[in-house]
DNA sequence: TTTTGTGAACTAGTTCACAGCT
DNA sequence: AGCTGTGAACTAGTTCACAAAA
């Protein structure tokens, strides 16, 4: 059996929140997802948490913990059925369900974006990009993405589902852009422009912060230079 | 004064690597060096620890320890000065001369992060963008980085000191183009494709995964709408 | 036997709180 | 008085190791 494993009680044998789990968790759920993609397409049926490990250079034990705080999906003896558990984890996930996507801000990078083959898969479509020029608006990505006047953001994102933003848009404008977002009852935000960002509590901002990972890695060589004899 | 304060000594009053610094503490230092660009343009002077955690959200006594592992930085009773600090942080960060960069795919992605603007400032130079289409090599990104032959990566990174790679090919060259990189003599690496990496040990790679970046947004999506009443 | 699920032990990272310098 | 630098306390995250299930 399970004994209730947190303060909040989880209903066993069943996928659930609750508590709030470690950004930690759940970005290494989206890679044990990865991995059994990979496993099936390999013809694999099944796969103990070790082997899983072994192969993806992964730690076993926080294998199964990560997925039995969701659940029991594992076979004692035989490991986790592949196909099971990718269900499992699409469900956790919130990948069961097709997720549209807007980008705003169609310069560059968002339009590089709105055509990356990566954030197709798993469900996720991006259904618009948004800017503020005029003639920029009424055009597609290459893709066919089409470009829609930012001023159109609530309006559109209503009638196409959109749960999701995505900021590319230069660092001055982000915060006003944030605003826009919010207002237009979008919570999860994916944010590529640097600096501080002032976000409601209700949403989920996760940015990803190109200088700041660039200078890590100057860190890196720093040391390596100055550093051994 | 100070009292060594870890395994290995550090020389005190000076920069210093050792240890082993956390990823987590490199990536504020980063942040610190841009807030104090912040406040430098805003004609501030000095800055105590907790007046600039609360202007950035950030621990007040964090930002002390951050800073007291590389040196003693600050004055007691004034609190640090804006153009020392950040004088202190590029050096610490390896920012103080210039690094230069090559960007690996010359796809829309690669393209995109070509010309974009964050990687300019704070002395990264984008050098060159390597691809393996004999249609894209000659030609330059509108920003006019120039393209080459992903063949003539050893050659060219040489003659112009490149550094820093940044992977933007698809998922399935990524493990090859990473080996190109290494031969070459690159020592660091950001990668944009998903997917594991067997990387040397003499490497530093820092990867940003979109799809996990997505995903873990809509799992925050997915707790929302299943969860409260 | 194999392998899960999980308390317990450990390790890493953060925050507190205060002595000591200016 | 004001603020840093830093041990000590705390919190979060990881890994171990083993009882129980198949």
New interface residues.
């Given amino acids: 059996m399970k004994p209730s494993n947190k303060g909040t009680a989880r209903t066993p044998g069943s996928k659930q929140?609750?508590d709030q789990?470690s950004?930690l968790t759940?970005?290494r759920?989206?890679?044990y997802?990865?991995c059994l993609n990979v496993l099936e397409s390999a013809g694999t049926r099944t796969i103990s948490s070790q082997a899983l490990a072994e192969q993806?250079?992964l730690n076993a034990a926080q294998i199964r913990k990560d997925l039995a705080y969701f659940g029991e999906f594992g076979v004692r003896g035989v490991g986790y059925y592949v196909r099971d558990l990718k269900r499992h984890l699409r469900q956790?996930?919130?990948?069961d369900k097709k997720?549209r996507?807007a980008i705003m801000g169609a310069?560059?990078?968002g339009?590089?974006?709105a055509?990356?083959?990566?954030?197709r898969?798993?469900?996720?479509e991006i259904s618009a990009l948004f800017d503020n020029l005029r003639e920029k608006v009424g055009q597609e990505s290459?893709g066919g993405v089409p470009i829609y006047d930012i001023h159109d953001l609530r309006k559109i994102s209503k009638r196409e589902g959109i749960?999701?933003a995505v900021i590319a848009v230069?660092?001055p404008s982000a915060q006003h852009v944030l605003n826009l977002v919010a207002a237009a009852g979008i919570?999860?935000?994916?944010n590529f422009s640097?600096?501080?960002l002032e976000v409601p509590p209700d949403m989920?901002l996760?940015s990803?912060?190109?200088?700041?990972?660039?200078?890590?890695?100057?860190?890196?060589?720093?040391?390596?230079?100055?550093?051994e004899t």
């Fill in positions: 929140s609750a789990v950004e759940t970005n759920l989206s890679l997802l990865r993806f250079h956790i996930l919130g990948l997720l996507v310069g560059n990078l339009l590089a974006l055509d990356y083959p990566g954030f898969q798993e469900g996720f290459r749960r999701i230069p660092a919570k999860a935000v994916l640097p600096g501080t989920k996760k990803v912060d190109l200088t700041v990972s660039l200078e890590s890695l100057s860190f890196f060589l720093a040391q390596g230079d100055g550093e």
